[in-house]
């Protein structure tokens, strides 16, 4: 017992030089290292999300599921772009039909679509997301309660039946969905062939599509670069595509149509000289984290 007791002082000292180490070593790699203030951004990101999440929970719990907790979750979600000196942009935000269901679809880059996505977010709108998603702890249960729309994609049948459910869910119950037709996310600065799933859904319930596009991050990041500086995104909500008369046999057809008009606007906006460059020269611009 006295021996054990004699290695407490060494176990503390080298527990207190390891953490000084650490406060060297951080600020070092954060002024030195790109690629690890990359790293220190993105885990800052997601484990802020995890603990805004721990937040909402027992305030939208009072409702249980309900989709108008997804306010709540907008509300807690909408300072994060000032953390990393994001500026979003909108416009075309009048093209949201005023009351009546539709189902946007949007171009889908990173994880950082969530700043554009609250920044337009329409009253009553969910996404439909990965079921895995459903697992990601705190963020997870707060999805659920905000009434978030979990589909398996591994499984065709359940995807489907969950898609015929949703269509009921718009037109009963005043309802609007976000969906990403590239189904995952696209780092190569452009859009990825559309799944149709969207499509069927607006068609079964003969609402109409808003098309939400979001320009390139390339300005200010890249995965791939291990790059994350301030910047700006434009976010252009385009007119209202009609599905009223169309067959599932449309759907091939209103899927190109939409996304070639949807791919036009993104290279439009992605090229036009606004992006990190740009907002660093503003004056009041929020630039911490550069």
Not at 144 to 161: E, H, P, Y
Request: aromatic share 10%.
């Amino acid at each position: 017992m006295v021996a054990r007791m004699e290695l407490w002082p060494g176990t503390w000292m080298l527990l207190l030089l390891l953490f000084l180490l650490l406060l060297f070593l951080l600020p070092t790699l954060w002024f030195c290292s790109p690629s690890a203030k990359y790293f220190f951004k993105m885990a800052f990101y997601n484990g802020w999300i995890l603990f805004l999440a721990v937040l909402a929970i027992p305030v939208c719990a009072v409702r249980g599921r309900n989709v108008e907790n997804m306010k709540i979750l907008r509300l807690m979600l909408l300072h994060i772009k000032y953390l990393y000196g994001i500026r979003v942009e909108v416009r075309g935000a009048h093209h949201f039909p005023p009351s009546q269901p539709y189902v946007v679809v949007s171009n889908h880059q990173s994880s950082l679509d969530l700043l554009g996505m609250m920044e337009v977010l329409p009253g009553r709108c969910v996404p439909i997301a990965k079921r895995e998603l459903l697992w990601a702890g705190s963020a997870g249960l707060a999805c659920w309660l905000a009434g978030v729309i979990f589909i398996d994609r591994k499984r065709t049948g359940d995807a489907i039946s969950v898609m015929s459910e949703v269509a009921q869910t718009l037109l009963t119950q005043d309802v609007r969905v976000w969906v990403f037709p590239e189904g995952t996310r696209n780092h190569n600065g452009s859009m990825l062939p559309f799944k149709r799933g969207a499509f069927h859904l607006a068609v079964q319930a003969q609402v109409p599509i808003v098309p939400i596009v979001m320009s390139s991050y390339q300005d200010f990041y890249c995965k791939k670069e291990r790059r994350f500086t301030s910047g700006q995104c434009q976010v252009r909500v385009l007119p209202p595509v009609p599905t009223e008369g169309l067959t599932p046999d449309d759907v091939p057809a209103l899927a190109d149509r939409v996304r070639h008009s949807m791919l036009t606007v993104f290279r439009e906006i992605s090229t036009d000289g606004r992006g990190g460059g740009d907002y660093l020269k503003k004056p009041g611009g929020v630039l911490q984290w550069t």
